[in-house]
């Protein structure tokens, strides 16, 4: 059975637009947590997000196409462009063998917000016609199918906030049983609008006491954590099929080992506390990939900031990968990132595999007073130097769902690349 390998990755995220930029960023801790702007701040009382700075779609599609497509699908547009070029890929050879698999939880719904107000303000004639076509989940990967003339299996994931691992683990998957030798996997999330900024607010979900300083106020772990900061972005990779991509003379990063999903089947906003179904995913993705507990190198956790979340994933690892648990480095990416949404796990792989690739780890920012229940090495503050072979990507969502993704550094004899 060939394998399933990422030979390209593209990044439109709050900490930089393109791999390298993404990669420094990750290095050096620089967080991507700012004012709000795409929305008016003033009746909330969070006033930050993760926004993605500085993005020209114009950049990666025509003028006409930029105006009239939602923000998360230009997102998802221009990280397959920018994957396509890391991979080195510029035409396919049989499109029929070529497909788009891409998550997202929110999906276009805040341009969907943005026509009902438009027709309540303004009336039917100011409704973009277009809406049918451009307002259901489907679109993300349908555009860029059309964009990119992919004729294979063309499908969007919505499972919360493990979307984008469940649409790494299926397209790896579909790789594995021969329906396609490439896919272009991961997710992709705008969902800064007034109406859903509005929920989660008075969820009170969202750190409201950093609107002055707001790159502190993603906080994982850390025991004055208030929860989490909402981001937008996308990260697309290219999935390969190992045989074919080493024949194109293409160089490999990653192996997609393995992958679990489960669900609990307890709440729409929190894990089951006994912990039995989220641990089942680390482990049996573990067992696909035939990688035993003390192998792993480094967790990317899903480390969202919130006050259950966090001691909760804490036991979930120790319960999965035993006294191991405790010796291995493990981060939050969100603490720069902000929470993604649907789009957090693809963005999180995508990280780990550009620290995979670099030789270091990525750090957790603003840990400044370990809550007692999260003790694990969760790299405060600082990058580090380090190789990772294997590492685990773990996501939990709304629903009560559990994701894990394993993915291993591919080995050719040239190492990480510094």
């Keep these: 059975m060939a394998g399933a390998t990422i030979t390209g990755i593209g990044c439109v995220t709050p900490i930089g637009i393109g791999l390298e930029e993404f990669r420094a960023a990750l290095r050096s801790g620089r967080s991507g947590v700012g004012p709000l702007t795409l929305c008016d701040p003033e009746p909330y009382r969070c006033r930050i997000a993760a926004e993605v700075r500085d993005f020209r779609p114009q950049d990666f599609m025509a003028v006409r196409e930029a105006r009239s497509l939602p923000r998360v699908v230009q997102f998802a547009v221009a990280a397959s462009r920018l994957a396509l070029t890391h991979a080195g890929i510029r035409?396919?050879?049989?499109?029929?063998?070529?497909?788009?698999?891409?998550?997202?939880?929110?999906?276009?719904?805040?341009?969907?917000?943005?026509?009902?107000?438009?027709?309540?303000?303004?009336?039917?004639?100011?409704?973009?016609?277009?809406?049918?076509?451009?307002?259901?989940?489907?679109?993300?990967?349908?555009?860029?199918?059309?964009?990119?003339?992919?004729?294979?299996?063309?499908?969007?994931?919505?499972?919360?906030?493990?979307?984008?691992?469940?649409?790494?683990?299926?397209?790896k998957l579909i790789i594995e049983s021969g329906m396609a030798d490439v896919m272009l996997v991961g997710g992709a999330e705008a969902p800064i609008c007034p109406l859903l900024f509005a929920a989660f607010d008075r969820l009170e979900m969202m750190p409201t006491h950093f609107n002055d300083s707001p790159d502190a106020a993603s906080r994982p772990f850390s025991a004055d954590r208030e929860g989490f900061v909402l981001g937008e972005g996308a990260a697309i990779m290219v999935m390969e099929r190992e045989d074919l991509a080493l024949e194109r003379g293409a160089r490999p990063l990653a192996r997609v080992a393995g992958y679990s999903a489960t669900c609990d089947a307890f709440h729409h906003f929190s894990q089951d506390p006994n912990r039995a179904d989220a641990v089942r995913a680390v482990i049996e993705a573990l067992q696909m990939a035939q990688v035993a507990p003390a192998s792993v190198?480094?967790?990317?956790?899903?480390?969202?900031?919130?006050?259950?979340?966090?001691?909760?994933?804490t036991a979930v690892l120790h319960d999965s990968l035993g006294d191991h648990a405790s010796v291995i480095p493990v981060s939050s990416t969100k603490s720069m990132l902000g929470h993604l949404m649907g789009a957090s796990p693809a963005v999180e792989v995508a990280a780990t595999v550009a620290a995979m690739d670099g030789g270091f780890v990525p750090p957790t920012l603003n840990l400044s007073r370990r809550d007692p229940e999260c003790d694990l090495d969760y790299v405060p503050h600082h990058s580090r130097v380090g190789e990772i072979g294997v590492a685990i990507s773990t996501s939990f969502g709304f629903g009560s769902r559990n994701a894990a993704v394993v993915v291993r550094r591919y080995s050719d004899g040239a190492g990480p690349r510094r």
Aim: with cysteine; hydrophobic share 40%.
């Design 91 to 171: 035409g396919w050879s049989n499109p029929g063998r070529v497909g788009v698999l891409i998550g997202s939880s929110i999906g276009p719904d805040a341009y969907v917000a943005e026509q009902f107000a438009i027709f309540v303000e303004r009336g039917i004639r100011r409704v973009n016609p277009s809406f049918p076509g451009q307002a259901h989940q489907g679109v993300i990967a349908s555009e860029c199918a059309i964009q990119l003339g992919v004729h294979g299996p063309v499908l969007c994931v919505s499972s919360a906030c493990t979307s984008s691992a469940d649409a790494m683990g299926i397209g």
């Design 297 to 313: 190198d480094y967790v990317n956790a899903h480390g969202s900031g919130t006050l259950i979340n966090d001691p909760f994933e």
